[in-house]
């Protein structure tokens, strides 16, 4: 088993910046990658960034890219979403996930264990 726990979400003004974490503990040695979603009210889960642990590669959404940037600190065993320019549709619970075979990573089905989300709120 593997269980991760995100942190930093919270209320910001258009423009701004977050920074999520998300800390894995358990059977991690299985990991292959890890990624983050997002959930806004009445919507489907959609997929933001992902990193291959080994090697580092990351992969955006469109519409983040060049705004979000995901990080992976070995030591630490943790993987941040460090979030600029956000805008009022960011506004979404954030989940973190953690991959243990390499599919498509930009798909829910390629991961096998979640976090429990941390919100993200961006107001005007």
């Known amino acids: 088993q593997v269980q991760l726990v995100e942190s930093g979400g919270g209320l910001v003004q258009a423009g701004g910046s977050l920074r999520l974490s998300c800390a894995a503990s358990?059977?991690?040695?299985?990991?292959?990658?890890m990624g983050w979603f997002r959930q806004a009210p009445g919507k489907e889960r959609e997929f933001v960034a992902a990193i291959r642990w080994t090697g580092g590669m990351t992969l955006y959404a469109d519409s983040m890219k060049g705004r979000f940037t995901i990080s992976r600190d070995n030591a630490k065993n943790t993987v941040d979403l460090q979030m600029n320019s956000l805008k009022l549709e960011d506004t979404a619970i954030y989940y973190c996930?953690?991959?243990?075979?390499?599919?498509?990573?930009?798909?829910?089905?390629?991961?096998?264990?979640w976090g429990q989300g941390t919100q993200v709120t961006v107001s005007s």
């Open positions: 358990g059977r991690t040695f299985s990991r292959y990658a």
């Open positions: 996930a953690f991959a243990e075979r390499a599919l498509n990573l930009r798909t829910n089905n390629a991961y096998d264990y």
